[in-house]
């Protein structure tokens, strides 16, 4: 399956030279029709273009061994996020309401390669296939000196209105 | 690597600091007998970027049933934004990382609602009874499913004692960054892992804070955390505890 899949990807990417070949002006309107993958935020990817066209799979394969089993979220030292939802923060597209596409929209970065070689693509089966819209501030991130403050708080208010009814039995 | 290996003790070493420090470990006497606790946060149980999680930390938590209100349902409602799961209108089905089970003792007639989730046993039944290898212990003594690999075979529902685990049955969408979930693979309480890799407190945790302040969370494994000393103070009772599975979660007043 997974050998299929980069063979797949292999095979397309040198339909991509192929394509570039035959059309030459690089703006995909050839006699060849060429995915359009809409372009990133940020400055540069994780690894080179190349390499990413080949080999995006198996980094991403490394990645989630390293997650899941092995706890390490954040950027090994010496490497960039290799985190799948480092590759939706930055290749993020937004559609016609500014918010960005889902992979059900043919306008997803992703899509755009994997539609146009019939790869099909099971991560975003149970990984959100765009950000999540911001967050509202919520006051609190759980860590510590948040805490204590919230905790001294509801101490005070405890204080201030006497014996809390809630712990009235069973104590 | 051999970088973070070597910092390793001395991490160690930070933490007990802190957690003598007067940041560390807040525990507020409300009344007799109504004691609040709050584990160190950040710094306290965060790992050098790269480093895999340790055998040496067990995370645990301890809940005690008398200061959890009936009627409150924080840590659920907590669990759910935080993951991303939701009932589907199929009552059946629907998943529960967490869930309040109503018990009674018979005798006294006295009834409490208690905060049941994954009990990330040490034993676990769910790793042993796994055909592929997706149901797995992490060193740290986290229960997880590895849905790339998990099947969807059921087995672990079926093994484990707790009904902790649930299939899901729905196509899932836009689902939060940290809970990847979808349909024909099974998910459980995380502990909120990725949580407590950044360093922050299990959601449900951190939501009863404001409220009952009935769990603590910790390292088990830590003689100076607070949960160490809860559980050495008093012997919690653990559900079911004639299985001998060695759950990382305790229950006091039950
Ligand atoms: S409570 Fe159930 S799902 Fe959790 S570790 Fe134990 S057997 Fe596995
Ligand atoms: S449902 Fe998934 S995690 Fe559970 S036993 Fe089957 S393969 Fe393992």
């Known amino acids: 399956m997974i050998r299929a899949r980069a063979m797949a990807v292999a095979l397309l990417v040198s339909l991509i030279g192929a394509g570039s070949a035959i059309a030459g002006d690089g703006s995909g309107a050839g006699r060849t029709p060429r995915p359009n993958p809409p372009k990133a935020q940020g400055e540069a990817c994780v690894r080179d273009t190349d390499v990413m066209r080949r080999n995006h799979m198996t980094l991403l394969m490394h990645q989630r061994d390293d997650t899941v089993h092995r706890g390490v979220r954040t950027k090994n030292p010496g490497t960039k996020d290799l985190s799948l939802s480092g590759c939706i923060g930055c290749h993020a597209a937004p559609g016609a309401d500014g918010r960005p596409v889902s992979y059900a929209d043919p306008g997803h970065f992703c899509r755009a390669c994997h539609s146009y070689a019939a790869v099909s693509i099971d991560c975003f089966e149970c990984h959100a296939s ?9 006051g609190s991130d759980g860590t510590m000196p948040d805490l204590a403050r919230d905790m001294a708080k509801d101490l005070s208010a405890y204080l201030d209105q006497g014996r809390d009814q809630t712990r009235e039995d069973g104590r | 690597m051999s970088d973070a290996r070597d910092s390793r003790s001395d991490l160690a070493a930070d933490r007990r600091a802190l957690l003598r420090g007067a940041g560390g470990l807040l525990a507020v006497l409300l009344a ?6 709050a584990l160190g946060g950040t710094e306290a149980a965060a790992r050098a970027p790269g480093e895999a999680v340790s055998p040496k930390v067990r995370w645990g938590l301890l809940i005690d049933v008398n200061a959890c209100p009936a009627e409150c349902d924080a840590c659920v409602a907590a669990c ?12 059946a089905t629907d998943p529960h990382w967490i869930r309040k089970v109503s018990v009674r003792d018979p005798a006294s007639g006295a009834a409490r609602e208690v905060p ?12 042993d009874v796994c055909p592929t290898g997706a149901s797995f212990r992490r060193a740290d003594g986290i229960v997880l499913v590895d849905r790339h690999i998990c099947i969807g075979c059921r087995y672990c529902i079926m093994a484990c004692p707790y009904k902790a685990r649930t299939l899901v049955h729905e196509p899932v ?4 960054a940290d809970a990847p ?8 309480c995380t502990l909120c892992a990725p949580r407590i890799d950044a360093g922050r407190l299990p959601a449900c945790v951190e939501a009863c804070a404001a409220k009952g302040a009935a769990m603590l969370f910790g390292d088990l494994n830590d003689p100076n955390s607070a949960i160490a000393k809860a559980v050495a103070a008093r012997a919690p009772a653990r559900i079911r505890a004639d299985l001998r599975l060695d759950p990382g979660v305790g229950y006091r007043g039950l």
Do not use: F, I
């Open chain 1, 130 to 138: 765009r950000p999540a819209p911001a967050k509202t501030a919520s």
């Open chain 2, 32 to 37: 007799p007998g109504v004691t609040l606790y």
């Open chain 2, 80 to 91: 759910r934004t935080e993951n991303g799961w939701a009932d589907t209108g199929h009552s």
């Open chain 2, 116 to 127: 049941v989730m994954c009990q990330h046993c040490a034993s676990a039944p769910c790793v």
């Open chain 2, 173 to 176: 969408h836009d689902q939060t």
């Open chain 2, 181 to 188: 979930r979808g349909k024909g693979t099974v998910e459980g």
